[in-house]
């Protein structure tokens, strides 16, 4: 395992700026944004495909600095039911999906989208509740009419790519936890892999070692990103939590960098199960930190892993 950073964080700077950061802070992998919700500020896939020798200068920046990419991101909803958003971040998809596969990236990472209620919706729906009984039929229509035909068809263009995709579990979408993970990668196939994001596993009342152990090579990418629950806040009000995330103080969970929601040994653990089945991809910082700033939230990432990634990765088991 190797850490990295999600260089979403780093928008501001550029492709150059951001490369130079992520170097003198002693990491050698990065995920690079290419659309959807994450944006493209350093990565815009339709550029690079209509355009060789932009291609050619964006790959150089990298080899240049021995900096390696664990994954192209374009987070997006391409189930979404106003046309004009799915198709934008469908678009997104496939070019980011045929630029890696240019670029020998294993994995893109995205959400597995979330449609509306019926064919006449503007807005996602996404059903947290089994009755009124309108609720399964929902669910039960978005599964069967929308998300596994999209999601065959994108292992299509995945296997012709020879890429694999990283299905971000995230409420709010059709896969949010480890059983519809699951669901979706067995009706459409092994390109449909996971990326692991602790901080929504927590706040959901899930256990993350048992989640990873249960997926196991499932996961090909990993984001490393924590979060806090306030007991006061969830004993009045639960974990289903609709205020602002400026709202810090009556929220009932907020994302913090990792260690500041849980301690030490929670992420030793859960480096240790990333090891226990096999997973040797990347283990990338994601800031969402409201409590701290870009700089002070990546370094304290960094400091906080460095040593646990690298100690853990240097573990031989006995039953290898």
Request: hydrophobic share 40%; charged share 20%.
């Amino acid at each position: 395992m190797k850490l990295g950073v999600f260089a979403v964080l780093f928008s501001k700077m550029s492709l150059a700026e951001m490369l130079d950061y992520i170097k003198e802070s002693g990491l050698d992998t990065v995920e690079i944004g290419t659309g959807g919700y994450v944006g493209n500020a350093h990565c815009n896939p339709s550029e690079l495909l209509a355009d060789q020798s932009k291609l050619e200068q964006f790959k150089q920046a990298f080899e240049s600095r021995g900096i390696k990419i664990s994954a192209l991101s374009c987070h997006g909803n391409p189930l979404h039911p106003n046309t004009e958003i799915g198709y934008d971040h469908h678009d997104a998809f496939v070019d980011t999906v045929k630029l890696a596969s240019i670029l020998g990236v294993e994995n893109v990472v995205t959400f597995a989208g979330c449609p509306g209620e019926s064919e006449y919706s503007q807005y996602p729906v996404w059903i947290t509740s089994p009755w009124p009984d309108d609720f399964s039929k929902v669910v039960q229509w978005q599964w069967e009419n929308k998300v596994i035909p999209y999601w065959k068809k994108q292992a299509e263009l995945l296997e012709e790519c020879n890429v694999r995709v990283a299905i971000e579990p995230h409420p709010g979408f059709v896969v949010y936890n480890t059983e519809t993970a699951l669901r979706l990668r067995n009706e459409c196939g092994d390109r449909i892999g996971i990326n692991f994001d602790p901080s929504h596993y927590f706040w959901q009342g899930m256990d993350p070692v048992a989640s990873i152990r249960t997926l196991g090579d499932a996961i090909v990418h990993f984001h490393a990103k924590d979060t806090k629950v306030d007991n006061q806040n969830c004993l009045l009000n639960g974990v289903l939590d609709t205020k602002s995330y400026k709202d810090i103080a009556n929220r009932s969970w907020v994302f913090r960098t990792v260690g500041y929601g849980h301690g030490e040994d929670v992420w030793r653990d859960i480096i240790s199960a990333l090891q226990v089945i096999g997973y040797q991809g990347a283990i990338s910082i994601e800031h969402e930190d409201g409590l701290m700033s870009v700089e002070e939230g990546f370094s304290k990432a960094v400091s906080f892993l460095k040593d646990m990634v690298i100690q853990e990765g240097a573990k031989e088991f006995w039953w290898a």
